[in-house]
């Protein structure tokens, strides 16, 4: 199956390959090039990891990243369902919903969910109302705030693949499962989930990327603990002026991001073997 | 099919020579712009917004009218630009707006040309021009407050004030970076301004670790300084005296400054080392310190002159948003000492705000 997708593809897809290796590939060797201070020694890598700035700042991206990947795979889940059984009408109309919030800055919707998340928030100023005593959740400035401005920004990344996934599956195997006496839990469990599982993984996996770089949201909406890796590259490039220690950072930043892309495209290449 | 074939090699031929003419092109480009750029042109790299705009109007246009030089204003003095422009020997900015970290910093690292003598009037500046940096203004750095829920007396007025959370309770904002408050921390801990340099290190964190649990938000986003005292999130903040006085006029809000204690840094023009414009560059930099330029542009975007006989230019309201240079309980940043401390403080200080 995916051999018969791929072959006589290489005319199409060699512009785009082109394009992208001098765009990525020759800044890349050039942030490797930098790491080793020219090629000459390993002492950026030997520093970062004795560094306890860095070990923290480590642990924080991959814990952020993972939360953050798992909750907008739930939402976004949730989202796709709904959306592939809609007519294809309001379907459309219901996915450019999905996709405003994702048109809108990142800086302008970090800022805005300091109204809607703060002490005196939209939130808490509601539950006051409510409750009719002084309600002052911590909502931002902490973990919590971060996972609410990363997800709010990902999830729609989940949506798409997860609902190409979905509609691709043959209503037939739902009738037929139907027919048999299937409950809804069963035929969810033995049809919609297995067979949306390439768009799952190809969604989880581009989130799981894009999080693990996150930047502005950390600096906006996160505690003083909240310092990921992408903040570090930008505090060694732009303030202390380190280039090699920002690269060592960057690079190891790149590798955290191959080891969660290499497994991810392996599983699905053996998957769509076992299909074929 | 073969002739298709063919075609398609012509075309491809075809295609390489437009292709590789076009990269040339791109190539040669920025060579193309500086050889032109020398005659009658400026780069000037500034900070955006309300400021860009107090800049273009109180300084670009007045100079351009006087010298007929076109000036391009940039958005925002980054050093990691500065750094990639002056390594690969394609300078393309001339003049550069530098606080002071960045100032002294460019000046260490020799990112910076000399300025010549002769291009100011020494007597009139305030804080004397350096090898490589001209003091362009001063900004103060101060306790903000919203009146209405914290009137007059209930509202920290100085730094030993902002660090006393028993007689003033309430969630504080201090920015995310060592310079500034290693200075605050001292200063609320009782040191003269005048003994500040060289900073206790070790005693300025000893204090911060006490404030720790009072700080809601470690400021990353200097715009943050104000949003935060204006959606209440925290109920005093450390900002700077121009923020404020451009919230209160552009987003009508109500909130108070105290100028009782203020901890002031300098802002700094330089030019790029090997500035393409370098002639018209220093002009520039001659032009922006003369008393009716340095007054009218602080007029426009706020901030203290470093000219003395700006002041006596500057409208009222003007005045009433600036520190008064000569008490003593206002402090200066020491950029000089920083150039030196700043990597290491800088990576101690991240190190200590995540533990």
Known sequence: ????????????????????????????????????????????????LKSSLFHRAMTTTVVVAFWASIISLVLGYIVALHLARQTARRRAALMVLVLLPFWTSILVKSYAFTIILGREGIINSFLSWLTGAQVALPLIFNRFGVMVGMTNYLTPLIVFPVLASLLAIDPALYRAAEVMGAKPIRIFLTITLPLSAPGVLAGVLSVAVMAL??????????????????????FYTREVLDWNIAS????????????????????????????? | MIRSRNRSVTDRRSFLKVTTGA????????????????????????????????????????????????VTVLDTPDMAKVKAQITTNNVQWDVFDAPGSMGASGAFHGYWEELPSGLFDDNDLLLPKQKYLVPFYTFAGGIAYDPARYPEGKHPKTFANYFNVGAFPGRRTLR????????????????????????????AFRVLEKIRPSVAKWVEATPQTVTLLQTGETDFSYTYA?????????????LGFSFDQTLNGVEYLAVLKNAPNRENALKFLSFAMKPEYQASCMEAKGGAPISRKAYPLLSKDSLKWLPNMESKNNAFINDEWWAGNLEPLERRFKEWLLS
Not at chain 1, 254 to 276: C, E, H, M, Q, Y
């Open chain 1, 1 to 48: 199956m995916v051999t018969s997708a791929t072959r006589g593809a290489g005319p199409f897809v060699a512009p785009a390959a082109i394009l992208s290796l001098l765009v990525a590939l020759v800044p890349i060797a050039f942030i490797l090039y930098f790491s080793t201070m020219e090629g000459t020694s390993v002492e950026p890598f030997r520093t970062i």
């Open chain 1, 213 to 234: 770089g996150f930047f502005i949201v950390p600096a906006l909406l996160g505690g003083r603990q909240d310092l990921m890796l992408a903040n570090l590259v930008d």
């Open chain 1, 248 to 276: 060592a950072v960057g690079v190891t930043l790149f590798a955290l991001v191959g080891i969660f892309a290499i497994p991810a495209t392996l599983i699905r290449r053996t998957k769509g073997r076992i299909a074929s």
């Open chain 2, 23 to 70: 990269a040339a092109a791109l190539l040669a480009a920025p060579n193309i712009n500086t050889s032109r750029a020398a005659s009658s042109e400026l780069v000037l790299v500034t900070w955006g917004g309300n400021y860009r705009q107090g800049i273009e109007d109180g300084l670009v246009k007045p100079f351009t009218k006087e010298t007929g030089i076109r």
């Open chain 2, 176 to 203: 995310s970076r060592a310079m500034e408050t290693l200075e605050l921390a001292l200063l609320g801990d009782g040191v003269a301004p005048a003994d500040l340099y060289p900073l206790d290190v070790e005693r």
């Open chain 2, 242 to 254: 121009n923020r404020i006085q451009a919230s209160n006029r552009d987003q009508s809000t109500n």
